[in-house]
């Protein structure tokens, strides 16, 4: 079973600050990890995911995280803060299925959110 | 390319009444998942459609939740009756298949269940 955890529902940050949001996993397997962002009355976009590699993983919009498999997490973070990243975001893992096709994605599992505010 | 379809982008509905949802996922995507989302939590799996089969239903509330994917391609999820801790966002999200990776999800259906 896999599941995942975000510390903090809500972080509040002036515009030009680091924006740091925390997540830590737990798979009994290799897990692949996301990172999703949820702008109100839309769906969910991914930012950056980590399947194999090189652990720093770059996303979109300046966004980056690094997998620690040491200490199963794969915190969000961002240089500077824009009013525009003001939104929900999500951290999620999911796990490889081999079938007769090769390996797919499973379902992603989501942690509850992270609520990120922006103040001028 | 087009998205991930969902239909209606809200629906309002009293308690016991019926409702159904719609997906229309990427062309060519095999798999096809159903996910609820409650305010302030995060979405959860509800069923998981590899083409027209299911191979995860364990968190569908079976005795008021159906879902169907029939050819393959489109599906639908129907709730039969509802109560008020059905109103949630309802998340269609769709990936190609074995050995490529991109999760694709919709906008999603806003339900009210008043």
């Known amino acids: 079973a896999q599941s995942v955890t975000q510390l903090g529902s809500h972080v509040s940050v002036s515009e030009g600050a680091l924006v740091l949001l925390r997540c830590n996993y737990s798979?009994?397997?290799?897990?692949?990890l996301f990172w999703y962002v949820q702008y109100p009355n839309q769906g969910l976009q991914l930012l950056l995911k980590y399947t194999t590699g090189a652990t720093l993983v770059k996303g979109i919009n300046g966004f980056e995280a690094e997998f620690k498999k040491s200490e199963t997490s794969f915190h969000l973070t961002k240089p500077s803060a824009h009013m525009s990243d003001a939104a929900e975001y999500f951290c999620?893992?999911?796990?490889?299925?081999?079938?007769?096709?090769?390996?797919?994605?499973?379902?992603?599992?989501f942690g509850q959110g992270t609520i990120l505010t922006v103040h001028p | 390319e087009a998205g991930v379809a969902q239909s209606p982008r809200y629906k309002i509905i009293e308690k016991r009444q019926s409702v159904a949802f719609w997906c229309n996922p990427i062309?060519?995507?095999?798999?096809l998942y159903w996910y609820q989302q409650i305010l302030g939590q995060g979405p959860k799996l509800l069923i998981q459609?590899?083409?027209?089969?299911?191979?995860?239903d364990s968190q569908l509330p079976k005795d008021r939740f159906s879902a169907e994917r029939l050819k393959g391609v489109d599906s639908t999820l129907k709730i039969q009756p509802a109560k008020l801790e059905d109103s949630a966002v309802y998340l269609c999200?769709?990936?190609?298949?074995?050995?490529?990776?991109?999760?694709?999800f919709g906008s999603g259906t806003r339900l009210t269940v008043v």
């Open positions: 999620a893992v999911s796990v490889s299925l081999a079938n007769a096709g090769g390996t797919s994605y499973g379902k992603l599992t």
């Open positions: 062309s060519g995507h095999a798999t």
């Open positions: 459609f590899q083409n027209n089969g299911v191979v995860d």
């Open positions: 798979s009994s397997v290799p897990p692949y």
């Open positions: 999200a769709s990936t190609p298949g074995p050995g490529v990776y991109g999760y694709t």
